[in-house]
């Protein structure tokens, strides 16, 4: 699907901008791949990597998602968009509740309108399993984020751009996550824990640009896709990662939930099972006309997808394998 198209990945210097960059040039040939940030420093930093000169359907463009009128110059003949920019560390959102929201609340209404205006055919955006339920601003405003990008499938009238929303859980050796600070902590001989029963979501960075990827290919426009993931106790990672360290208990943390959900129990009888993931279906009257059967099946009527009570959980020797690659790479 990528083969001969236009590309453009927000946030593309990010821990998923450049995974997705590099599946992406590997597998397919795109006539532009084109990496949208504002931080020209990144930008010179993924260019030694992937430089012009080697790649030549790359291109980086400085910007910002809070900028319309610099994203009408990015977007011009975009194919595909994938919408990865966001502020994301809870405490910064916290402590900057007004740049959170003018990035991941009226950048998501720039990527729709600027989408729109010019011709982009589909654009998906990441969430996140903070946004369901959410607890503290980020999961606050990427719930907001969600919701633009799904009616934005209403708002484009007589147009034919579609919109549709990833949402996972925590990515596996991701920079801010809980992986890379235990690995860091263990020279110390002490891994501080949050709370010993708190469970999450895992998934690989590779199986994340997968599942966009597949996502955005057979999107028609609407869905918020959830992929089925497994789940791991806190205390089992930090066993994985040192079990020669003690551990200290130190609370769980301001916006910081327990148990993970990626689909709440209200969206249940909105929701369809399918071989691999869910997709929560929007109230749009003209859905069922849009949606392809698929082989999906509807939930029961007090499903929730929830970490702690997820049948599939990692075993120590799956975390630890995962692990071993991370450090090799």
């Not at 900028?67 to 595909?80: G, I, L, S």
């Not at 799904?150 to 925590?170: L, P």
């Not at 596996?172 to 824990?193: H, M, Q, T, Y």
């Not at 057979?218 to 789940?231: A, H, I």
Request: proline content about 5%; some cysteine; charged content about 25%.
């Amino acid at each position: 699907m990528l083969n001969n198209k236009t590309i453009l990945i927000t946030g593309g210097t990010g821990s998923f901008g450049k995974k997705c960059t590099e599946i992406i040039l590997r597998r397919y040939k795109p006539k532009r791949l084109i990496i949208f940030s504002r931080d020209e420093l990144k930008q010179f930093e993924m260019a030694q990597d992937y430089p012009e000169t080697k790649f030549n359907s790359i291109r980086y463009f400085i910007g910002d998602v809070r900028d319309k009128e610099r994203m009408y110059r990015a977007f011009h003949n975009v194919d595909y968009v994938i919408h990865a920019a966001a502020i994301k560390q809870v405490p910064a959102a916290e402590y900057n509740p007004f740049e959170a929201v003018k990035t991941n609340i009226l950048g998501a209404q720039n990527v729709i309108n600027v989408a729109i205006d010019q011709g982009v055919k589909k654009v998906i955006a990441l969430s996140t399993d903070k946004a369901a339920n959410p607890i503290n601003l980020y999961g606050a405003t990427k719930l907001c984020s969600d919701k633009l990008f799904i009616a934005g499938n209403s708002y484009v009238g007589h147009e034919h751009t579609i919109f549709g929303v990833v949402r996972y859980g925590n990515v596996v050796g991701s920079r801010g996550s809980v992986i890379p600070f235990f690995l860091k902590c263990r020279g110390k001989g002490i891994l501080p824990i949050t709370d010993p029963r708190m469970t999450r979501f895992w998934i690989t960075m590779d199986q994340g640009v997968d599942f966009v990827l597949r996502s955005l290919e057979t999107m028609v426009g609407g869905e918020l896709f959830v992929p089925k993931l497994p789940s791991m106790n806190i205390m089992d990672l930090a066993k994985v990662i040192a079990p020669e360290c003690r551990t200290e208990i130190i609370g769980i943390r301001s916006g910081e939930k327990l148990h993970e959900v990626m689909i709440p129990k209200d969206d249940a009888r909105r929701s369809m099972e399918f071989e691999d993931h869910y997709v929560i279906q929007p109230n749009f009257r003209f859905w069922e006309r849009r949606l392809k059967d698929s082989g999906g099946k509807p939930v029961v009527d007090d499903f929730e997808y929830n970490s702690g009570m997820n049948p599939w959980v990692l075993t120590a020797g799956e975390m630890r394998e995962i692990i071993k690659s991370l450090v090799v790479q």
